[in-house]
């Protein structure tokens, strides 16, 4: 069983929609959950991080905590042609202690945002 | 403030070759990480450093070593390159004490194993 799950995708929405991405976790004790952008051939960059249960605003991204159900989703308002990338989604699990940061990483979701 | 930098960015290496991949950071970080991306995939952790001297395995360690000698370079080791090495190769840094901090990655080694 994957520890960090994403449907793959593609994703596509039109420019002005709002883009819904989501993502599952096996690791009850899960403390953070990072979403990182990844355009083609670059490094991944960090988006938002959330810890808490309920929501997470920044500008047009808002992240969603749900750690009952083990779910975590980032929602794109205003979806722009240049949000078209990869989408990860990164989870510090509970390693019985201090994990020392590492991180999980789904597959990530591939988004086109056409015009 | 240069980050992580990561040399070279691209090789071709021969099966049973041995490179070292580079990585350093000026950001005083302890922990940094080794991670590989194979196409269409996530990131797994091939080794982890928290700090000079001190290294452990993650997920996908076979074939690879590392060493952490100073707190600012994590060198990679390919010892016997073979084609299921080939990938992209990203390091990354993290501040250890402040909660949540997010990890800084490098542009990442694009290595291909003929």
């Known amino acids: 069983q994957k520890e960090v799950e994403q449907n793959s995708g593609p994703l596509s929405v039109p420019e002005g929609a709002i883009a819904s991405l989501n993502c599952t976790y096996s690791?009850?004790?899960?403390?953070?959950f990072f979403w990182y952008r990844q355009y083609s051939g670059k490094s991944p960059e960090l988006i938002m991080f959330?810890?808490?249960?309920g929501d997470k605003e920044d500008g047009r991204f808002t992240a969603q905590l749900n750690k009952a159900s083990q779910y975590v989703s980032l929602l794109i308002r205003d979806s722009q042609p240049s949000d078209s990338a990869t989408y990860l989604c990164?989870?510090?699990?509970?390693?019985?202690?201090?994990?020392?940061?590492?991180?999980?990483f789904g597959q990530g979701t591939i988004l086109t945002v056409h015009p | 403030n240069a980050g992580v930098t990561q040399t070279p960015k691209f090789r071709i290496l021969k099966i049973g070759q041995s490179m070292t991949l580079q990585c350093t950071q000026d950001?005083?970080?302890?922990?940094m990480y080794w991670y590989r991306q194979d196409p269409g995939m996530g990131l797994k952790l091939i080794y982890y450093?928290?700090?000079?001297?001190?290294?452990d395995k993650g997920e996908v360690p076979n074939g690879y070593n590392v060493s952490r000698s100073t707190t600012e370079d994590f060198p990679l080791r390919l010892e016997l390159a073979a084609p299921s090495q080939t990938s992209v190769y990203f390091c990354?840094?993290?501040?250890?004490?402040?909660?949540?901090?997010?990890?800084?990655f490098g542009d990442g080694t694009r290595l291909s194993i003929l």
């Open positions: 990354a840094s993290r501040h250890p004490m402040v909660p949540n901090q997010p990890q800084h």
């Open positions: 450093s928290v700090g000079a001297g001190i290294t």
């Open positions: 990164a989870v510090n699990p509970n390693a019985g202690g201090t994990s020392y940061g590492k991180l999980t």
């Open positions: 950001m005083n970080h302890n922990y």
């Open positions: 690791d009850r004790g899960s403390q953070s």
């Open positions: 959330i810890y808490s249960n």
